[in-house]
């Protein structure tokens, strides 16, 4: 009964070599977030999408894109990986935001390693 | 700026300890204050939510404090168990942005 699913759940790419990270969910949630958590580090967010949407945090790279085909499904693109993009990017949904008092979920995260 | 942050970064206790991790933020211009527990490599889940006019939340033997104007949580965990053992991490919802701002967690380990 996963309600947020990350796929993969570990992803090996070279320097430079597109990626594409992929997350579903099954709570019918109208708000799903991209969050990059560096080693030992807080999450950082990166963008959200409030149904159709797309929030972009200021200090997000240009290199990171997302998608959002459907209520269900949300990708996040590294266009050109660097090496300082290795981390784990965690995927989250909320019924809406803080202000009604709505929590997020989150999904198991895919580790993501650039050679 | 909205700064979160957790003391003790880690933490090392025996089976049994009743146990209390802090945090603080310096802006009190919260819609709430989140508590998240994150097991090695996995995701975050959602322990306890405090909206911003409350004071307090329970859930089991966890129990979460918020004092807002003193930008101050606690999280009291009773009778700790190996299976305690994760990082706990604590984030503010920010009114001026309604996103999440994470603290970097305090590790913890319950040994036998």
């Known amino acids: 009964d996963a309600m947020v699913i990350q796929n993969p759940r570990y992803q090996v790419t070279q320097f430079g070599k597109p990626v594409t990270l992929s997350c579903s969910q099954t709570l019918n949630h109208n708000v799903m977030y991209w969050y990059q958590q560096k080693s030992s580090q807080a999450p950082k967010l990166l963008f959200h999408?409030?149904?159709?949407?797309?929030?972009n945090e200021a200090d997000t790279p240009d290199n990171f894109q997302s998608r959002r085909p459907n209520t269900s499904f949300c990708f996040l693109d590294i266009r050109s990986p660097g090496l300082g993009d290795t981390a784990m990017y965690l995927c989250?949904?909320?019924?809406?935001?803080?202000?009604?008092?709505?929590?997020?979920?989150f999904g198991p995260g895919t580790r993501l390693l650039v050679l | 700026k909205q700064e979160v942050t957790q003391i003790p970064a880690a933490l090392s206790v025996p089976e049994g300890e009743n146990l209390v991790l802090n945090c603080s933020f310096t802006?009190?211009?919260?819609?709430?204050l989140q508590w998240f527990r994150q097991d090695p490599g996995k995701g975050l889940t959602s322990l306890l939510l405090i909206q911003s006019s409350q004071r307090e939340q329970t859930s089991g033997r966890l129990n979460a404090s918020l004092d807002k104007s003193s930008g101050r949580s606690t999280l009291y965990i009773a009778a700790s168990q190996p299976g305690d053992s994760a990082t706990y991490l604590c984030?503010?919802?920010?009114?001026?942005?309604?996103?999440?701002?994470f603290g970097t967690g305090t590790r913890l380990q319950v040994f036998p």
């Open positions: 984030a503010v919802d920010h009114a001026d942005t309604d996103k999440l701002i």
């Open positions: 989250a949904t909320s019924r809406s935001t803080g202000l009604a008092g709505e929590t997020q979920y």
């Open positions: 999408y409030y149904d159709k949407d797309f929030n």
């Open positions: 802006d009190s211009a919260i819609y709430n």
